[in-house]
């Protein structure tokens, strides 16, 4: 039997699109339902199709025969299952069967066998109809069951898809074919890799075959070959780092120069401005400050800036601040300095306060600071009115009240809050022994309300041993009656050393060019000799042991090169004087042993103990104390003593060995000198020591050493910045205040390198913040210098009211010794006066009636101004033994005055009769 030709065309269609794979067996059952008609086929033809396996079917026509085989098989048995239950149906239906509503109704007249035939046909129908609905509800859920797996599909497509797109976009993203032969190059190198393994584990095993003969040379070998690697690999090592750290600063600098390259693009070659709106730049600012702290004049740093900047990089500045707004910056400098001042007291939380001041063309300086363990800061510098307690402590508080307004405003955070948290840092005061320093500390303490340590600078007892010093001296020039042809009020001593300074630095009439020719021909520093201006510290010891040491080859300088007569002669008497080169040799003695180490302990940073606090210094005081009570009993041993007075080795220099000269036979004064000085050293540091020695510094608690742990040991920071205030008003003598103050201060904390230490950023909001409030501190600053000035007036009233009373005082004192005398109106004090008016001041002794009422005019003083006063004598009256005249003022109101008053008024020319 062979195939029809439609069932060919039929199965090679259905093939052709199962290979392209859009059909499926639903699908081909469609298709064969739908050719049901045209096909005529059966299952056994295609059975035998199938047993044939004729050789013009493909596989997949194959399959679908024996799909479609399967299929046609399962439609004939549902096709056999619905006629055979389609006729018990239609049988049944036929046949209407009636069924009782109600059991309680009466049963039909039927037989027996009737109902039971009917109850037999209602089971048969209930059989039928039970496989139908089965049937029909197996259609259902086949159909249900296929629209799942449908959308199932359309969901896998979609996202298959999806994916094919983005497989597509990866592809055009990643270079496959790049990555393909990094693949197989990396491939190809691990297979030699392999081989290469592979033939060492050969050479290996052969290796361990053959031992060595000679072990122990190779291992020797080895061993040095070992060492030499490991010195090799050391050295490449260290090559490598350096080359590192060379990279990473090379690296900095190009990220500097495309800084600068970034800059210089976006800025012409020819800058019209660097004036923004309203305020020149930070970076502009920044400029100006360097040259206002490096001296330079205002009217010549813009054209510095424009010269330095010009050669430097090619571009020119056509504008830039006038000498008015230089001179507005150097304010902007003081409010960054208390920024930074605000800091360090808002972070740390013990701080000690020093200060001092000095008297400057008539007025009173004063300059406090604030010192933590690690650097020391200035709060500070401004003019007070007077010396008083209240003008030092309104001073305190006025800086430490700027300096947390700046910083609470420039945070953000409430001033109450910073101005507290800057009291509470303050645990200890440092000043010196000057009785209104410790009223302020006092005033402070009831301030803040809690105890501060007040701690002394232990350099000024060195200005008292040298005042003290000098005073015994004079008094041995007297009881030795030394005489000497140099001026001066001091002692033989001071004065030669006071003399030997001017000769060295003094213009006028002195030799100082010569006196430098001296010291460079003999070897020695320009700088060999000091300059003395008065009692300084050690500087009066410090001459002395240097001229005992040159006074050889001095005198030869005086006698034969020196160009200055007077003074010449002068000195050379006292050089060749034997009491006065005594104490000088014992000046320059303690100088070694005293006041040098003392200089080197509590102030030279190169000492090993500057890691001691400030309490922890008191051994070395009391150390010191002892060795000087012995040399007062023994003062032989100053020449023959390894230690100083502190128990540490003697610097041996070319001074000490002269002064210690065996040749030179100390005699009975030299040894009288060494114990005047001695005494009075132990006086002085007893004095000045006190609290440290028997009073509360004396055994420090724990918590008093914490409170102390930031205080110096000396206050020569405040010396310093006062020098330097002294030397700014030389330079620029009408400036402000608050310009001295803003620039002395900015240089003495380094305030610029705080401020570039910044980010770059808060740089520029730093400036910007300082730019606002310098406009309104140089006002608050103006109204200072203002109240000050009307202070300084109130007080020179104060004074000259008090010097008038004084005046009057007397005054008054002799006119009543001549009344009392009746000596009447001859004496010389009432030579002055008129003739009437001596006549009316003896009619008011009298009180005589008829030269009233009289008229006066009388100047009193109101507020230190002389105001005029008219009025009328009206009546003589009593108050006890003293006789009064009644005057009623003109413009209001009445005033009872002595008699002898009004005289000592008139003779004042304070009193007028009209």
Not at 135 to 144: G, I, K, P, S, V
Not at 654 to 666: A, F, G, N, S, T
Not at 830 to 850: G, H, M, N, W, Y
Request: aromatic residues 8%.
């Amino acid at each position: 039997m062979t195939s029809s030709p439609d069932l060919d065309s039929f199965i090679s269609t259905f093939a052709n699109d199962a290979e392209k794979g859009t059909v499926r067996n639903g699908y081909a059952l469609f298709l064969y339902r739908r050719n049901e008609s045209d096909l005529k086929v059966t299952a056994t033809q295609i059975d035998q199709l199938l047993q044939k396996r004729d050789s013009s079917y493909t596989s997949k026509q194959l399959t679908v025969l024996q799909n479609l085989k399967y299929m046609m098989n399962q439609i004939n048995s549902w096709k056999r299952r619905l006629s055979s239950n389609w006729m018990r149906i239609q049988d049944l239906l036929e046949r209407p069967v009636q069924v009782p509503r109600s059991r309680k109704k009466q049963m039909p007249s039927t037989s027996l066998a009737e109902t039971e035939d009917v109850l037999e046909d209602v089971d048969h129908a209930q059989e039928i109809s039970t496989p139908v609905q089965k049937l029909r509800n197996d259609c259902e859920r086949c159909e249900t069951t296929r629209q799942e797996w449908i959308d199932k599909y359309n969901v896998l497509d979609s996202k298959l898809k999806k994916m094919r797109v983005s497989f597509k976009s990866l592809s055009g993203l990643y270079k496959v074919k790049l990555v393909n032969r990094m693949k197989n190059r990396k491939n190809e190198v691990i297979r030699k890799l392999r081989q290469e393994n592979q033939r060492l584990k050969v050479e290996l095993r052969v290796a361990k075959k053959f031992k060595p003969k000679t072990s122990v040379v190779n291992k020797s070998y080895y061993k040095e070959k070992l060492v030499l690697s490991r010195k090799e690999l050391k050295n490449v090592k260290d090559k490598v780092n350096r080359m590192v750290a060379k990279l990473r600063q090379l690296e900095e600098q190009r990220k500097d120069f495309e800084l600068d390259t970034t800059r210089l693009e976006h800025v012409e070659k020819d800058v019209e401005c660097l004036k923004k709106p309203k305020m020149f730049d930070p970076s502009t600012r920044k400029c100006i400050y360097s040259c206002i702290l490096h001296q330079v004049p205002f009217e010549k740093t813009c054209s510095l800036i424009k010269f330095i900047v010009h050669e430097l990089t090619g571009i020119s500045f056509t504008a830039l601040p006038c000498t008015g707004t230089i001179s507005n910056m150097a304010l902007e400098l003081g409010i960054l300095s208390d920024l930074q001042v605000g800091e360090l007291m808002f972070k740390e939380n013990e701080l000690t306060l020093s200060w001092d001041s000095t008297p400057l063309d008539g007025q009173q300086i004063n300059s406090c600071h604030i010192s933590s363990k690690h650097q020391n800061l200035t709060l500070q510098t401004f003019g007070m009115p007077g010396g008083t307690t209240e003008d030092y402590l309104e001073h305190i508080l006025n800086a430490i009240h700027d300096i947390g307004c700046q910083y609470s405003t420039y945070h953000g955070i409430q001033q109450h809050i910073v101005l507290y948290t800057l009291f509470k840092s303050l645990q200890a005061t440092l000043t010196d022994r000057a009785k209104v320093n410790k009223c302020v500390s006092d005033k402070l303490e009831e301030m803040v309300d809690r105890k501060l340590v007040q701690l002394k600078c232990f350099l000024h007892p060195l200005d008292g041993m040298a005042s003290e010093a000098r005073k015994e001296l004079k008094k041995l020039d007297v009881d030795w009656s030394v005489s000497t042809s140099l001026y001066g009020h001091e002692g033989s001593a001071a004065n030669l050393v006071h003399a030997l300074s001017k000769l060295r630095y003094k213009e006028n009439s002195r030799d100082p060019k010569g006196f430098k020719a001296y010291l460079l021909r003999e070897g020695l520093k320009k700088t060999y000799i000091p300059r003395y201006v008065g009692n300084r510290l050690h500087v009066l010891f410090l001459l002395a042991g240097i001229i005992y040491k040159i006074k050889d080859s001095l005198a030869v300088y005086l006698e034969k090169f020196c160009k200055s007569m007077k003074l010449r002669e002068a000195i050379e008497k006292d050089l060749t004087n034997p009491d006065v080169m005594v104490q000088i040799r014992v000046l320059g003695l303690f100088g070694k042993l005293l006041t040098g180490p003392w200089m080197k302990l509590f102030y030279n940073k190169s000492s090993g103990l500057r890691e001691l606090s400030h309490l922890e210094m008191t051994p070395f005081v009391r150390r010191s104390i002892t060795t000087l009570k012995e040399l007062q009993l023994n003062p032989a041993s100053i020449l023959t003593l390894e230690f100083d007075v502190f128990g540490h080795p003697l610097l041996v220099d070319d001074v000490l060995v002269v002064l210690r000269d065996v040749e030179l036979q100390p005699g009975e004064r030299f040894f009288r000198t060494v114990s005047v000085l001695a005494s009075c050293f132990v006086r002085v540091l007893e004095r000045q020591l006190d609290d440290y020695l028997t009073g509360d510094l004396a055994n420090p608690t724990e918590a008093m050493m914490l409170q102390t742990s930031s205080a110096p040991l000396h206050n020569i920071h405040s010396e310093r910045v006062l020098g330097m205030v002294d030397s700014q008003f030389h330079r620029a003598p009408n400036a402000s205040f608050g310009f001295v103050d803003a620039k002395v201060k900015c240089q003495a904390n380094k305030t610029m390198d705080w401020l570039l230490a910044k980010p770059v950023k808060e740089q520029g909001s730093l400036i910007k913040f300082a730019v606002r409030q310098a406009r309104k501190q140089r006002k608050v600053l103006e109204e200072r210098v203002q109240v000050m000035g009307k202070t300084i007036m109130s007080r020179q009233i104060v004074i000259g009211q008090k010097r008038d009373k004084t005046e009057r005082k007397k005054v008054e004192k002799k006119v009543l010794g001549c009344l009392e005398k009746d000596a009447g109106f001859g004496n010389d004090i009432f030579v002055a006066l008129s003739t009437e008016t001596k006549l009316i001041l003896s009619s008011l002794l009298s009180e005589r009636f008829d030269c009233l009422p009289l008229s006066i005019r009388h100047v009193w003083d109101v507020d230190g101004k002389d105001q005029v006063f008219d009025g009328k004598i009206v009546i003589y009256v009593k108050k006890g033994q003293k006789k009064c005249c009644r005057i009623v003022w003109d413009s209001e109101g009445q005033t009872d005055i002595p008699t002898t008053q009004i005289i000592t008024d008139v003779v004042m020319g304070d009193f007028h009769f009209v």
